[in-house]
C-alpha cells in the first residue's frame, strides 16, 4: 500500500491470510492526514513488514505468529498527534512486531517506539538488530531493547563519520 487516502473511513479492515510479504508507505502530502482511520490488517501468514509512516492512520498487525522480519520507520510531523494516541498505537505495535526474528529500526523510530513505554514486550525471538541512523537515536532506547531481547545474536549499528 503506498500513500492510500482513507478519506472520511473511520475502520478498514484487510483479511489476507496468505499474505507473506506487506509494504506499507503511508506518507500522505501536508494536509492529507485522516489520524481517526484505523486499518487493521489481518495477514496470519505474513513473513516479512516493512512498515514506514508518518502517523496518518492507526495501522494494527494482529496475527503476527510467523513474521520473520519487520523494518520500521516511524516519523512524526509537529502536532499530528495527540500523545496519548501516538501512545496507546505504539504500545499496541510494539507487542505486535516482537516476534520478529530479524529487525530493523530506522531513524526516529526508536523515540516513537520507545520513549515513556514502561510495559515493554519481550523480543524473545529476535536474534538480530538493525539499527540504521544515529541521527535522533538515544543510547537508553537501545540497552532498554536489548534488555528485553535475549536471544539477539547480532547486532548492527550505523557507522557515524565525524
Same mark, same amino acid.
Given at each position: &500500500?503506498?500513500?492510500?487516502?482513507? &478519506?472520511?473511513?473511520?475502520?478498514?479492515?484487510?483479511?489476507?491470510?496468505? #499474505?507473506?510479504?506487506?509494504?506499507?508507505?503511508?506518507?500522505?502530502?501536508?494536509?492529507?492526514?485522516?489520524?481517526?482511520?484505523?486499518?487493521?490488517?489481518?495477514?496470519? =501468514?505474513?513473513?516479512?513488514?516493512?512498515?514506514?509512516?508518518?502517523?496518518?492512520?492507526?495501522?494494527?498487525?494482529?496475527?503476527?505468529?510467523?513474521?520473520?522480519?519487520?523494518?520500521?520507520?516511524?516519523?512524526?510531523?509537529?502536532?499530528?498527534?495527540?500523545?496519548?494516541? #501516538?501512545?496507546?498505537?505504539?504500545?499496541?505495535? $510494539?507487542?505486535?512486531?516482537?516476534?520478529?526474528?530479524?529487525?530493523?529500526?530506522?531513524?526516529?523510530?526508536?523515540?516513537?517506539?520507545?520513549?515513556?513505554?514502561?510495559?515493554?514486550?519481550?523480543?524473545?525471538? &529476535?536474534?538480530?538488530?538493525?539499527?540504521?541512523?544515529?541521527?535522533?537515536?538515544?543510547?537508553?532506547?537501545?540497552?532498554?531493547?536489548?534488555? =528485553? =531481547?535475549?536471544?539477539?545474536?547480532? $547486532?548492527?549499528?550505523?557507522?557515524?563519520?565525524?
Amino acid at each position: &500500500m503506498d500513500h492510500c487516502e482513507w &478519506m472520511n473511513v473511520k475502520t478498514i479492515k484487510i483479511c489476507a491470510p496468505a #499474505l507473506k510479504s506487506c509494504i506499507i508507505h503511508d506518507s500522505p502530502p501536508d494536509g492529507m492526514e485522516n489520524i481517526d482511520c484505523h486499518v487493521k490488517v489481518d495477514a496470519q =501468514s505474513l513473513i516479512s513488514l516493512n512498515y514506514m509512516s508518518l502517523g496518518s492512520c492507526e495501522y494494527s498487525f494482529p496475527n503476527l505468529c510467523l513474521l520473520v522480519t519487520a523494518s520500521v520507520n516511524i516519523k512524526r510531523r509537529e502536532g499530528r498527534h495527540v500523545y496519548h494516541k #501516538l501512545y496507546n498505537w505504539t504500545t499496541k505495535f $510494539l507487542k505486535e512486531i516482537s516476534k520478529a526474528k530479524i529487525l530493523t529500526l530506522a531513524n526516529g523510530t526508536f523515540e516513537k517506539l520507545f520513549e515513556n513505554h514502561p510495559e515493554k514486550p519481550e523480543f524473545s525471538n &529476535m536474534t538480530h538488530l538493525i539499527v540504521e541512523s544515529y541521527s535522533t537515536f538515544r543510547v537508553r532506547y537501545l540497552l532498554d531493547l536489548l534488555l =528485553s =531481547s535475549p536471544n539477539v545474536e547480532s $547486532l548492527v549499528l550505523p557507522t557515524t563519520s565525524h
